[in-house]
């Protein structure tokens, strides 16, 4: 602030009320400010030394409450009335006199309205529009033209949307023809090849049967994420006239469920109506019904069984809002991208029903709006039954996108970057490795590069560069927990104090010790990743010098493992299950003794609910394979629908083969059952109850009773009472109950009832032994 | 077995229709009187056809089972049945219908 403009406040004569306090000069002044302390405000004062006491007392009764550094800033409504009541030309005529500090974006951005020169909000920053926000308020009709506050919210909700794009590709470079693909994909700007155009010709007007999602893979770091960010970007840049609706789901953030992929919608519809604003009210008043609805059916249906929701139910909202739409929906003249980033989260966190209900709610969408895009961003190549992806796999870095990566990781020098990607290539562990070299040897030559790779074996080349970093970690104690440590997956100070410590050679640590190597940990950016639920050691780096540390002497790996599994066997959450199966395999333990059956990989993902890949279940042993089947029929039960089912008889149906006396027999009887299939279900009852051993009560009953239900279905009571009566054992529950014989209780149950419906089907009086009452009905 | 979730031992539609009746903790409730309450809906052959003709004379669809649910009970066709192709699914929502239509705690939510 200047002290050039010169005013007498002296001479003025200041109101007791608020009534005329907008006329004082004082006021007027600090108006103009966004925030100052009183000796700020005193100095660009001309005429006094000091404010007398009325004065501050004016500034403050018309201020907000000081902040910690005593800087106050006029009530929005006052500055409001001061401003009004100096008008355009008055506001203008203070502005000549006064000068504004240039670092403050509000004060700027304040004199740019009232002088006309403000810019169009499209082309204004994040800080720009919050200072227009508040300017906003302040010059509410005052004569100055200013955006409403409205339409201010509403672009830096569009800002905000985009801001970790933004964040992201701060330093992207490179990656041409990854882009190209998925703008080719996307088909919405022009192919860039003509083979592609006329493919994309016929793309356009085809969904998701002819055209599957597509999956960008590749390992962490590889900037997957980026690319994704960089082309929404593009995108924006170059169609500012019409623009690509985009919806971005990020499956690392806590809290995103796909249990109800409805409410995936109202989340998607919420991001569509910030971008686009003029469709606002449509987005909106979906959404709001969508939610009404969904909230009333949920809080009416507290014992719902099946949280998951089905195609058939959400059906009923497509239909609606379709037909309340129809208009809009049959204008929408461009593809809507859809993102699902972080889908290894989603397959780690998400039972295979909530998976499936995923893939089937896009398929649906995709019915309604054919050019729907979803693109999955993961770690790894997934299948999941019916659903294939066009895969896009990011490798290493190109040159010129590596290069732009050192220099986001802090190798300024170009040339120095070019040396590392010739020496390491484009992968990002080792361009990682590298500018953390660089940086700890503060390397500036890019001959040093040469000469520090050329004595690197180059099949050990990440073990090398992790170790000459380690040398410069300078908590020692940290450095030797760090490697071998990174064999376990999960790190914090119980980990390091129970399963670390002594295997790394510390023989009494304490927790304290723990919990300071643990923040020193932390520190080390090349050895740590966040993950959703706390850090953990970078699986790539752990995967590069596994061999090195488990095959070395210096390490004591094997020791590591045993701790693991003794540590994770105690706890009994999910989680640690896992990290015992996971530290159990690692130390090569033979799967049956960890309660393996024959197929780990298909074991763990029974046990986990994690849907196996298509090709470890085609390989698994045909008991492995029956066990895993029949737990995915009962989850479809659960919580699949009819597509779920017809797409799991399919599957069945490749492999024909059933071992004798199979526990799969049952679910798969039940499962033609449910598709109406009824001849089919009764031949597999039939052969079933020929294998089942007599003594095996629970499976016997029930076959017999989903033999009864296939006749029900069929509507033909009288074979389902007969086979009721020919199998006495089903109607038996009241003693069995009686006799606390709770075994079978479900079987018994549902025999009773079924007995007992079926007698009523028959007309017949139910038994004065089996609590009774009852009478012919009609 | 009295005290509490008697109801997660029935199957479909049963255990819905027990929580709607009781809640979900059925103190005091008995598999007797379970078992005499569902006794006494259940309904003779030539009743239940009556009622799945009059319940599919509107239904074309997986979508009108759907609505018809939602209309008249206030739930979605997973909370009374496991999935299925509509042929199947009628007869489960049929055998919902012949239990609810007695009750007047239903009739008091159909009219809501």
Known sequence: ?778 | MKGQGLSSLLPFPYKTYAERLYGRFQDGISFRDLFVEMDRSFSDAELFMSLYKETTSGVKTKSDLERLLRDRYNLNLKDICEPGVLEVNLIDVVRFIEMADNRSEFRDRKSK
């Open chain 1, 1 to 778: 602030m200047q002290k050039e403009f010169k005013f007498n406040f002296s001479k003025v004569e200041l109101p007791d009320t608020g009534s005329v306090f907008n006329t004082n000069p004082v006021l007027q002044q600090a108006a103009f400010y966004t925030r100052f302390t009183i000796p700020e405000l005193e100095a660009v004062a001309g005429g006094i030394d000091k404010f007398s006491e009325k004065e501050v007392e004016l500034i403050r009764n018309f201020s907000n409450k000081p902040n910690s550094r005593e800087q106050y800033s006029i009530r929005d409504a006052d500055r409001n009335q001061v401003f009004r009541n100096l008008g355009l030309e008055g506001m203008k005529n203070w502005l000549g006199k006064i000068e504004l500090n240039p670092t403050d974006i509000t004060q700027t951005m304040l004199a740019a309205y009232i002088s006309g020169k403000a810019p169009v909000l499209d082309n204004q920053s994040l800080p720009e529009l919050i200072a227009t926000h508040s300017i906003s308020n302040w010059l509410k009709e005052t004569g100055v033209t200013v955006p409403s506050e409205a339409e201010v919210l509403q672009k830096i909700r569009q800002l905000e949307i985009l801001k970790p794009f933004q964040l992201l590709t701060t330093n992207f470079k490179g990656r041409v023809n990854d882009l190209a693909n998925l703008s080719d994909y996307v088909d919405w700007r022009p192919k860039s090849t003509v083979t592609k155009s006329i493919k994309g010709w016929f793309r356009e007007i085809v969904n998701w049967h002819d055209k599957p999602p597509l999956m960008i893979t590749g390992i962490g770091g590889a900037g997957k994420s980026t690319l994704v960010a960089k082309f929404i970007l593009d995108q924006l840049e170059h169609n500012s006239q019409k623009k690509l609706p985009f919806v971005y789901f990020d499956f690392d953030k806590p809290g995103l469920s796909v249990s109800n992929p409805l409410e995936l919608a109202i989340d998607a519809l919420q991001q569509l109506s910030v971008q686009f604003p003029a469709s606002s009210r449509i987005f909106n008043e979906i959404r709001d019904q969508l939610q009404k609805e969904i909230l009333e059916l949920e809080s009416a249906n507290q014992f719902s069984y099946a949280t998951i929701s089905r195609g058939s139910d959400r059906q009923v909202y497509y239909e609606k809002y379709t037909e309340i739409y129809a208009e809009q929906i049959s204008v929408v003249d461009r593809p809507v991208l859809v993102i699902f980033d972080s889908f290894e989260e989603l397959q780690y966190r998400a039972n295979t029903s909530e998976i499936n209900a995923l893939f089937s709610f896009i398929r649906e969408i995709s019915e309604i709006i054919p050019r729907l895009r979803p693109v999955f961003i993961g770690r790894a190549e997934v299948t999941y039954g019916n659903t294939r992806f066009e895969p896009i796999k990011l490798d290493g870095f190109d040159p010129v996108s590596a290069i732009a990566f050192l220099e986001a990781k802090g190798v300024a020098n170009p040339q120095l970057g070019e040396a590392i990607f010739k020496k390491v290539g484009g992968n990002p562990l080792n361009l990682i490795l590298m500018a953390e070299l660089v940086k700890r040897e503060k390397i500036i030559d890019p001959a040093q590069v040469e000469e520090i790779t050329e004595k690197m074996d180059k099949t050990l080349l990440q073990e090398l560069l992790v170790k000459r970093n380690l040398e410069h970690i300078h908590d020692a104690d940290t450095a030797r927990i760090a490697v071998p440590g990174i064999l376990v997956r999960r790190i914090n100070p119980d980990i390091i104090m129970e399963v670390l410590a002594k295997p790394c050679g510390f023989n009494n640590m304490n927790e304290q010790q723990a919990g300071q190597i643990f923040t020193e940990l932390n520190k080390e950016s090349f050895l740590i990743q966040a993950t959703s639920d706390g850090i953990s050691f970078r699986q790539d780096l752990r995967l590069a010098l596994y061999e090195l540390i488990i095959n070395s002497k210096e390490y004591k790996g094997r020791e590591i493992h045993d701790n693991a599994v003794r540590y994770y066997s105690q706890k009994t959450d999910p989680q640690s299950k896992a990290e015992t199966l996971y530290h159990c395999l690692m130390r090569g333990d033979n799967p049956e003794s960890v309660d393996y059956s024959d197929n780990a990989y298909l074991y763990l993902s029974r046990k986990m609910g994690i849907r196996a890949s298509d090709s470890k279940v085609i390989q698994a042993s045909q008991l492995e394979w029956e066990n895993y089947q029949q737990a995915e029929i009962i989850s479809i039960m659960n919580y699949g629908d009819e597509t779920t089912l017809k797409e799991k008889r399919a599957e069945l149906a490749e492999r024909k083969e059933r071992t004798p006396n199979s526990n799969l027999n049952y679910q798969e009887a039940k499962l033609e059952t449910r598709l109406a299939n009824f001849q089919n279900a009764n031949k597999i009852i039939d052969k079933a109850l020929k294998e089942a051993p007599s003594q095996d009560n629970q499976k016997i009953i029930d076959l017999l009773l989903l033999r009864v239900s296939v006749f029900e279905y069929q509507m033909n009571f009288k074979a389902a009472f007969d086979a009721v009566n020919n199998a006495p054992i089903l109607q038996t529950a009241y003693d069995y109950i009686q006799s606390n014989d709770s075994s079978h209780l479900y079987a018994i149950v549902e025999g009773r009832l079924t007995w007992a419906r079926l007698a009523r089907r028959m007309g017949l009086l139910l038994s004065k032994s089996r609590f009774t009452r009852h009478s012919k009905r009609r």
